[in-house]
């Protein structure tokens, strides 16, 4: 037998038979899929050419880690024909080891000689918290293969699996991925998009994604951009570093919900992956643990002087313990010089058995005397409400915090007076620094080096795109302050504010992104910072602009109503196109990724914006003429009054109909169930329902009801929830069916045609057009037109009249003036109130931070 069929034989289940699986796909491109029989062809092939450089010899194999069906047959070629391999981009390190041969589109020698190479080594990889260092792992066939059956095994995987890879596969977590996956014949989605990249989850809702993994910044991305839907997904895995007890709770409390499980990890490259894992269904109530050792593992806590009773450090046992380090391409020739690991992190068990890490042995700061654990400074900062990352300066002499955001100077010495009070450093030991964002290395992981590199600028960084944007978003949204990392809808944005921010943003951007409101405040920030580059290409200012379709719907409907009740024209229907675009605003605002408690207190907050006003102002005008009534005046008349048309009781027969149609549906998908079916079927759910609310619609037209059928909640629900279906279309079959359940509403809707065409046009716009093109110099008038619309409907009943049969373009002018009007003197007082009010600043208390030193 020669030594290559030997090397191959002794290699298991990951890469070894991968034919077994037939069929069944392996790997899912963009371009194609890859069956695990072609798989295997392909591998066989690849290790037949590397064989062929050096018959006999092994190879060190430099490779460039990429989310691409070739890097991984060239691995698991490399690792089938036992040779081991280097994943790296870095040209100096793979020179520094002498690789002797490299992948790239095919396999070519190097023109050096592999050094002495150990029988069990199989792959070298940089450790997770060193980037450019030349100390790498060292990991055999026997680490990556039970480490990967361990995984398989405590996750349930099987066949019918479909990873997307939403990590690099030189982190070894990433790469975990992959073997567990391979080693159960389920497939793998590789597409290396970032999770704010809406086209990475439309592809792996196309593909039928099962599971995704993540390190707590790929949660931070995700609860900036939105949690993404996907249907079929069954798990969520997290490791990488300690994602906040309070985060894990929600995470683990929302996959109840939606019907997937979030299982934490612990792990790192010198373990080859995983050492522990929380079961799912302890993350709720144990958010703060990872929890056991994983199959085949074991764990232990070691005393450790100056530690807190129970806290040691802690030290795993398992056949996935590497083979140690390597500095040097001498090192390569050793054998395992292991059987433990020494993690470095210190740790405790819970009265039930779980292990919690509380720490970093070599994350202890020794400043002025006094033993600083940084993870409890960070930990317990985050508590009183401040994201930042310590570092002790390469000098011994300074603590660094870097804040990130655009936080003001009022904010910084927050900080800096909690870290001096809980740490007892003097004030000048403590260096808090203002970053755009965290530094993080490849991995998400904190950049410990480049936050101990920061120095405090000469003058504090002010007036960055990124505080211009959240200036913008505080004023518009009546708010004190902004962080960068909140979107529009984290905020509780609605209808309302969107108008005016949308088009304040556009005027910076140009043309915004579809999903915009799903965006942080940094995201938009570097929008404007790129349109602002002076370097760049200048924009030309065009005499027409993209605009949001219901910004202009909006405009032209209020005109509309108002222009055919002053008699200036008769075009009735845009109060219809209206209840379209309210049902779309309700998809983009208030179906967030949130539980049912926050959705009805966010639906409840947007209602009370429509409604206080509204009883307001109508209450008013009773008290004044005597009329409407109190049902018109409570916004129960379309509940409680005649079905009838009668005038002015259903003058406002709009404003009731919103708010039955937008709270009753909040209320709906609140239901934990409900919700759960939303989020993983928000088309069909959206669909089903506007089909069904053409029941009572179509029921009133064959039975001849003789009651008001165009301006009643049950008859025009349909307008609404079509309008929330066409929001979450995304596909081209999902607008076609949405298009031909609205039309089937419109046809002989009302008695007459023009009004019928007119709010089939409506919503065929907001199926089909997201942005349309729009006079530049209209933009600003239609955007205030747009905004003061909920306004002007409420006063214009007021106003119109004194024109009506002597001036109805006065009509409209004036109803249009003191709608804009009453919508500024609304919108602004409450900005008024804070400036006039003192501002008192509260300080968070933070638990003492120190240890003596011994």
Known sequence: MGE???????????????????ERAALRTASATLSYAELARRVAAARRELDALGPGTRQLVRLRPAATADFVVAWLAAYSGGHPALFTHDDGLARAYGVSAEHDGGWRQTGTSAPDLHPDLRLLLSTSGSTGSPKLVRLSAANLESNAASIADYLGLTGDDVA?????????????????????????????????????????????????AGVPYTFDLLGAAGWPALPTLRQVTQAGGRLAPERVRALAEQGTREGWELVVMYGQTE?????????????????????????????????????????????????????????????????????????????RLTPEGLVEIVGRRSRF???????????????????????????????GSHLVVAVPGSPDAATLAEVAQAVATGTGLPAHAVLVVPVAALPRLPNGKLDQQAIARLEVPPTPVMGTPEASVARLYARVLGRDQVDPGASFVSLGGDSLSYVELSLRLE???????????????????????????PAGEPRRRRAWARVDSTIVLRALAIVLIVGSHTNLW??????????????????????????????????????????????????????????????SVLLLNDLLGSRNWSEPAWHYWFVEVVLILAVGAGLLTAVPRVMALERRHRFPLALGLTTAALVPRWAAEL?????????????????????????VARRRRDRVLVTAVLLAGCWGFTTSDLRDLLIAAGVVVLVWFP?????????????????????????????????????????LLASLAVGVLAWQVVHRAPGWVRRRRPVRRHYSPVPPLRQEAR
């Open 4 to 22: 290559g069929t030997a090397r191959a034989q002794a290699t298991a289940g990951i890469a070894a038979d991968l034919a077994r699986h037939g």
């Open 164 to 212: 997307l890879t939403t990590l690099p596969l030189d982190y070894c977590y990433g790469l975990s991925v992959l073997h567990s996956h391979l080693l159960v014949g389920a497939a793998l989605v590789l597409d290396d998009r970032s999770v704010t990249d809406p086209a990475l989850w439309e592809r792996a809702r196309a593909e039928g994604a099962t599971s995704f």
């Open 271 to 347: 373990a080859t992956a995983r050492m522990a894992y929380l079961p799912p269904a302890l993350a709720a109530s144990h958010p703060g643990a990872v929890g056991v050792p994983i199959p085949g593992g074991s764990l232990r806590i070691d005393p450790v002087d100056g530690a807190e009773p129970g806290v040691g450090e802690l030290v795993y046992s398992g056949p996935n313990v590497m083979m140690g380090y390597a500095e040097s391409p001498a090192d390569l020739a050793f054998g395992s010089l292991l059987d433990e690991l020494r993690t470095g992190d210190l740790a």
């Open 365 to 395: 700061a020794k400043l002025f005397g006094q033993r600083i654990d940084l993870d409890r400074v960070q930990t317990l900062l985050g508590l009183g409400g401040y994201d930042v990352g310590c570092a002790e300066t390469a000098d």
């Open 507 to 533: 005027s910076r951007v140009g043309r915004l992104p579809a999903d915009w409101q799903t965006w942080s405040v940094a995201a938009l920030a570097a929008l404007v910072e790129r349109a602002d580059d």
């Open 570 to 631: 008769v075009v009735l229907g845009g109060a219809h196109v209206l209840l379209a675009v309210a049902g779309v605003n309700f998809a983009r605002f208030h179906l967030a990724d949130e539980g049912p408690r926050e959705r009805v207190r966010r639906v409840a907050r947007a209602a009370a914006r429509v409604a206080a006003p509204a009883v307001a102002w109508i209450g008013a005008v009773a008290l004044l003429t005597g009329s409407p009534g109190w049902r």
């Open 703 to 727: 039975t001849s009801y003789g009651g008001d059928v165009v301006h009643s909640s049950l008859f025009v629900a349909w307008l609404f929830l079509g309008g929330w279906a066409a929001a």
């Open 771 to 811: 942005t349309v093109p729009w006079p530049r110099v209209l933009v600003g008038p239609a955007g205030v037109v747009a905004s003061a619309s909920l306004y002007v409907y409420l006063t214009h009943w007021q106003v119109y009249p004194w024109f009506e049969t002597r001036w109805p373009l006065g009509g």
